[in-house]
């Protein structure tokens, strides 16, 4: 298994995995996950219809059922906290369908690259091997979606001081998968010819603030 730095270094070379990935990488996609039209007012889960569909469909079209994933949790968190420590989070335990699986988590903590040096702040990142079936991606993404929610189903719903990003590699295809919240979504490739296709089939999904320079990528004619 390679190192999710080892991975980084090889295929995406200079870029540090956290928000906003779409500003700190090309080729990438951004695209609008959620319908802005729907009213606050509306119950939850109609607020969220459209984020769910979109954000399956993408995650549908980067990863393969044969494909190499690397599942990375990231929780933004004091140093002194030590709920995380000794525990792997319920992404992996409600989200992971078989615990023999869980033999490839990974565990480290790492510095956050926007702490304030008042704050003390670290990451913990969790790291799995896997493959697109042997998660329940469809759970996890709308899980995701409900981050802003206070739904029952938000990640760190026992650490809510916390905040968590969770980042989707394709290690076969050399793609990143994040949903950043029920808003967006970003997609990059090492090649912007392995994402070619996605940028033509949900065109209409791209976020219009970022299009001139999503539109830009792709129809320069170089690489």
């Known amino acids: 298994m390679p190192t999710l730095q080892s991975y980084m270094d090889l295929h995406f070379k200079e870029l540090t995995l956290a928000p906003s990935l779409f500003y700190s990488w090309s080729p ?9 039209s729907v009213s606050i007012n ?9 984020a769910f569909h979109r954000s399956i469909t993408l995650f549908d079209e980067v990863f393969s059922g044969t494909d190499e994933m690397m599942l ?20 992996y335990l409600k989200y992971v369908k078989q615990r023999d699986v869980l033999t490839e988590l990974r565990h480290e903590v790492i510095p956050d690259p926007y702490e304030e040096e008042e704050d003390q702040r670290v990451i913990h990142r969790f790291s799995l091997l896997c493959k697109k079936g ?33 980042y989707f590699i394709n290690i076969t ?26 940028y033509e089939s949900y065109n209409d999904w791209i976020l219009d603030y970022d299009r001139i320079a999503i539109d830009e990528t792709f129809c320069n004619s170089d690489g």
Request: some cysteine.
């Open 28 to 36: 990438a996609i951004r695209y609008e996950i959620s319908d802005p």
């Open 72 to 91: 990375i949790t990231d929780v933004h968190t004091t140093l002194s906290n030590s709920y995380l420590r000794k525990r792997p989070l319920n992404v």
């Open 134 to 166: 042997d998660i329940r991606y469809q759970q996890l993404l709308q899980a995701i979606c409900y981050e802003d929610f206070a739904h029952p189903s938000t990640i760190l719903k026992s650490n809510p001081s916390s905040g968590v990003e969770v």
């Open 173 to 198: 295809r050399d793609m990143i998968y994040h949903l950043y919240d029920d808003r967006g979504c970003d997609i990059l490739a090492a090649d912007k010819n392995d994402i070619r296709l996605l």
């Open 42 to 50: 509306e119950p939850v889960v109609i607020q969220l219809k459209q």
